[in-house]
Nanobody, 122 residues
Framework: VQLQASGGGKVQAGGSLKLSCAAS????????RGWFRQAPGKEREFVAA???????YYADSVKGRFTVSKDNADNTFYLQMNSLEPEDTAVYYC?????????????????WGQGTLVTVSS
């Protein structure tokens, strides 16, 4: 099973990017998808989650600016990022949530993508 994240790039503050996450290599059981990010020198942190059934959750730092969605036709998972700030600069990872625990915990995500770099300049 592989998750492929794409869509990262360089934007100026206030700009937008849309990240995509596609799964391949087989079927697996999961109850949602999550986005995490890791800035240089910092720990990987939760950004957003889309739980099957339609529940969506966001970190306080991105609430109102980021939107998580899913394309049911091809199971691609998206993160629309608007009003980007320099503090959003990080490598963004998508992950498949396979455990029923807290959506904020990395421990509940078994499969991870390779990460896509987002750089926001001021």
């Amino acid at each position: 099973v592989q998750l492929q994240a794409s869509g990262g790039g360089k934007v100026q503050a206030g700009g937008s990017l849309k990240l995509s996450c596609a799964a391949s290599g087989g079927t697996f059981s999961s109850n949602g998808r999550g986005w995490f990010r890791q800035a240089p020198g910092k720990e990987r942190e939760f950004v957003a989650a889309f739980i099957w059934g339609g529940e969506r959750y966001y970190a306080d730092s991105v609430k109102g600016r980021f939107t998580v969605s899913k394309d049911n036709a091809d199971n691609t998972f998206y993160l629309q990022m608007n009003s980007l700030e320099p503090e959003d600069t990080a490598v963004y990872y998508c992950a498949a949530k396979t455990a029923t625990g807290n959506y904020r915990s990395r421990l509940n995500y078994r499969y991870w993508g390779q990460g896509t770099l987002v750089t926001v300049s001021s």
